[in-house]
């Protein structure tokens, strides 16, 4: 079966582009060797060098990809943490005892659940919020002897948010020894922490980076100059420097997406273990649920799996230039 | 066909290799080009492949001047080109048919279009049975006559073999002169590099004699 590829809608010059682009001289190699048919490939397909570079860029863009979900997750879990806080506020009733604070808390609570912009109201109970100040008071009868103030969590609607400061004046004109926290001090802190975490996981991606584009262009450059005897004859027989160039691009871009394809599937078979993973090694204690609160469930969405993806596309293309750049080379040294 | 004026060569800032080299070549000829060793000779070879450039002068092939020809068009004009190296440079992960088929693969010809060709030729030069073989399987005269062969199936204008007669005993020697004598009666013109008296003593061609960076024709 021979295999062809049509590109007649497209322009002329974008379709010969198209045309000789390595990518489709690649998926279309690719398909004429299912179809069974096709010489030996001018490059030599298994050399020696070419089987360490396929290893190097395997567990390079293995580390690229467990580096840069790693950050896309702490990037998710960052954001979908400060998400929580930002959409809650808490109202706190102080002043008042007996069934009159009751009385107060639920007319506070009703005043509330009639504004504008708010989705739900939680009173806390009075054991609710004794248990809040049990890890620095401790759980003994102290607690019903002090003057503990009542807290209301309140969860706003972030597409149509109230207007905080105009609720908080309204809460203090008609009820006294109430106040509203809207966490503002709490968040500039989480937002300075969660950027330092994003920014950190950043500086790492890119140390990897760096050092994956090093590590590939090295061993690139190393299996290039073993091709050299064929990069030569070419040459002698009359192939054009595009021809070469072409031929190398070709070996060197398959080696590339293999190679990428296996370091990404490795890192695919990490990110989908680790939940389990985490869920095995933490337990099932409070500081578990703590540790999984801070650094959020570890799980890749789609688009996490798409930068592996788009991992592979950068370490393949790198492949392919560092071999063009390598045949121009070679070249011109015989001219 | 090609002609080579005041042609000086030197290697960085060494003393120049060749000098004031002068001559010119007919279509059809058939010269030995020959020296004692160190003499310059493959140095010759490379400039009429175009794979060195001359320190000086100017070399015209096929009409064109060399000088400032741009990659695409040198590589169009070593087309015309057929050369046989000393080392055979054949490519080892290809079988003897493929490295043969190997100069019209790279003109961008179909398989279909030269599969007969390059199977007619192997026999012509005495490899129909080797056609699958590898090269690290082949002896030294059968690789010689393998990228004799390479260097003929694009139908040259010019072929230059570089001591294509230096890894074969005599009798083999012999046998590869008389393949490149047919060459040049299709119409081939032949340069060969060697030092090998014997073999330039079986025919009457002319000598292109390379003696202290100076050329004469004798």
């Not at chain 1, 004794?130 to 607690?143: A, F, I, N, T």
């Not at chain 1, 004109?173 to 802190?189: I, P």
């Not at chain 1, 192939?239 to 997406?257: S, T, V």
């Not at chain 2, 010269?31 to 490379?46: I, Q, V």
Request: contains cysteine; neutral net charge; charged residues 20%.
């Amino acid at each position: 079966m021979k295999v062809t590829w049509k590109f007649d809608n497209l322009p002329g010059r974008l379709a010969e582009r198209v045309r000789t682009s390595p990518w489709v001289a690649v998926v279309s190699g690719l398909a004429r060797r299912q179809a069974g048919s096709g010489t030996a490939p001018i490059v030599q397909p298994a050399s020696v060098a070419g089987r360490a570079l396929t290893v190097v860029i395997a567990i390079m863009t293995f580390l690229a990809c467990l580096t840069s979900g790693a950050v896309y997750v702490v990037n998710q879990s960052a954001n979908d943490w400060f998400a929580d806080i930002a959409s809650e506020v808490t109202v706190q009733v102080s002043e008042g005892q007996g069934s009159e604070f009751e009385k107060k808390v639920t007319l506070v609570s009703l005043f509330l659940a009639k504004q504008p912009g708010i989705l739900r109201v939680n009173p806390l109970s009075a054991e609710e919020s004794g248990k809040l100040l049990e890890p620095w008071l401790g759980g003994s009868d102290v607690l019903s002897a002090l003057p503990v103030p009542r807290l209301i969590a309140v969860e706003i609607d972030r597409s149509s948010p109230p207007d905080l400061n105009a609720l908080r004046e309204s809460l203090e004109s008609n009820f006294k020894g109430v106040t509203l926290d809207d966490h503002r001090r709490w968040q500039a802190e989480l937002r300075t922490v969660t950027r330092s975490l994003v920014l950190g996981g950043i500086a790492v991606l890119m140390l990897v980076g760096a050092a994956t584009v090093a590590s590939i262009v090295s061993a690139t450059k190393s299996a290039m100059a073993s091709n050299r005897e064929i990069i030569e004859v070419l040459h002698f027989v009359g192939a054009r420097e595009r021809f070469i160039a072409h031929e190398f691009e070709k070996h060197f871009l398959n080696i590339g997406i293999r190679a990428g394809l296996v370091g990404a599937f490795g890192a695919t078979v990490v990110f989908l273990l680790l939940p389990l993973t985490m869920r095995l090694l933490s337990g099932r204690g409070l500081a578990a649920a703590e540790f999984r609160q801070f650094i959020g469930s570890a799980v890749l969405d789609w688009p996490g799996y798409l930068l592996f993806g788009f991992v592979v596309v950068v370490v393949a293309t790198l492949c392919m230039l560092t071999s063009r750049f390598g045949v121009y080379r070679i070249l011109k040294s015989y001219d | 066909m090609i002609r080579f004026e005041n042609i000086g060569l030197r290697y960085g800032l060494g003393p120049e290799v060749l000098r004031d080299v002068d001559f010119h070549l007919v279509p059809g000829s058939f010269h030995f080009l020959t020296g004692p060793s160190g003499a310059g000779k493959t140095s010759l070879l490379r400039m009429l492949f175009m794979s060195l450039r001359p320190s000086r002068g100017l070399i015209h092939l096929f009409g064109q001047n060399c000088s400032d020809l741009p990659s695409s068009e040198r590589a169009d004009l070593r087309r015309r080109i057929g050369i046989v190296f000393q080392d055979f440079r054949l490519l080892d992960h290809l079988t003897t048919w493929e490295n043969v088929a190997l100069p019209l693969r790279v003109f961008g010809e179909s398989e279909a279009s030269y599969r007969d060709d390059v199977t007619d030729l192997l026999k012509w030069v005495g490899l129909g049975a080797r056609m699958t073989a590898y090269p690290e399987v082949l002896s030294g005269g059968e690789k010689q006559r393998a990228a004799i062969a390479r260097a003929v199936i694009g139908k040259p204008e010019l072929l230059l073999a570089d001591e294509p007669t230096g890894n074969v005993d005599p009798a083999m020697a012999n046998r590869l002169l008389r393949l490149f004598i047919e060459l040049n009666r299709l119409g081939t013109s032949v340069i060969i590099a060697t030092h090998d008296f014997q073999l330039m003593d079986q025919c009457d061609a002319p000598r292109l004699v390379l003696h202290e960076g100076h050329l004469e024709i004798r």
